[in-house]
């Protein structure tokens, strides 16, 4: 059975930094896209970053841009976000997601059930 299982998130003050781990297994995710994405309240759930198997293809939506980071550990199945600089518009429940392509969510197979992080001001 595959699962994904998110941690690391918490609530924070604004400028604060916190680190996501999304823990794999079930299968070995080693040769598969891996991504988060987060949904605010109130909104649709939205694209943060992507990152390939290899590493050799990140993506970053504009508004992290320069403050968050993806990076994994293929051996250990593992993906994490470092988030520095939080902002209150961070606030959200962040999703890891595996085995899909670019930013779209619909094309990814695997989902967390997602970990929530809060940022006041």
């Known amino acids: 059975q595959v699962q994904l299982v998110e941690s690391g998130g918490g609530v924070v003050q604004a400028g604060d930094s916190l680190r996501l781990s999304c823990a794999a297994s079930g299968r070995t995710f080693s040769g598969v896209t891996m991504a988060w994405f987060r949904q605010a309240p109130g909104k649709e759930r939205e694209f943060v970053s992507y990152i390939t198997w290899n590493g050799g293809r990140i993506d970053v939506t504009g508004s992290v841009k320069g403050r968050f980071t993806i990076s994994r550990d293929n051996a250990k199945n593992m993906v994490y976000l470092q988030m520095n600089g939080l902002k209150p518009e961070d606030t959200g429940i962040y999703y890891c997601?595996?085995?899909?392509?670019?930013?779209?969510?619909?094309?990814?197979?695997?989902w967390g059930r997602g970990t929530q992080v809060t940022v006041s001001s």
């Open positions: 997601a595996a085995n899909g392509l670019g930013r779209n969510e619909r094309l990814y197979d695997y």
